[in-house]
């Protein structure tokens, strides 16, 4: 993956589609949906409330929000790192000169990993004569090492 370029809205429309950044977001203050203005700054947008004209990181909320990489990097990072990449071509990909933001956001990427494999293993093992993952309602659908789904 080339690290996309061009108009960032592109990038977040992306990230947003996948739920990796919010579609949305309500003033903390008025109570009303903001607006996702144009902003200089890495991202090049904000949320914009059109009442007290509070603006907030397009990123708040997310986990992205703590770091200082351009969005089209992290996504770099997230698509290189899942393509079990070295982190030397991670940086090179994403162009970024310091190694340990890579070493860092692969050990996020694991982190995250294991929580979920931690916890969704007990879920499909739970209810095996359930909704197998091909879709079947029978028990004998239920393969083991695969699990079935709960409902
Ligand atoms: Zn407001």
Known sequence: MELPQGDPLTVIQWLAKRRLLANSRECEVCHIPMSRV??????????????????V????GSFL???????????VILHEWSMDQSQEDIAR???????????????????????????VPQKLWRLT???????????EQCAPGVGCLVE
């Open 65 to 75: 929000h703590d770091s200082h990489l351009k969005l089209s990097q992290m996504l």
């Open 93 to 119: 990909v994403a162009r970024i000169n310091q190694t340990q933001k890579v070493v860092d956001w692969s050990n996020f990427c694991r982190a995250v990993c294991r929580r979920f494999n931690d916890a």
């Open 129 to 139: 004569s359930r909704t197998s993952l091909n879709g079947s309602t029978t028990g």
């Open 57 to 60: 990181t397009i990123r708040r």
């Open 38 to 55: 144009k902003k200089n700054g890495v991202d090049g947008f904000a949320w914009r409330c059109r009442i007290c004209d509070t603006r």
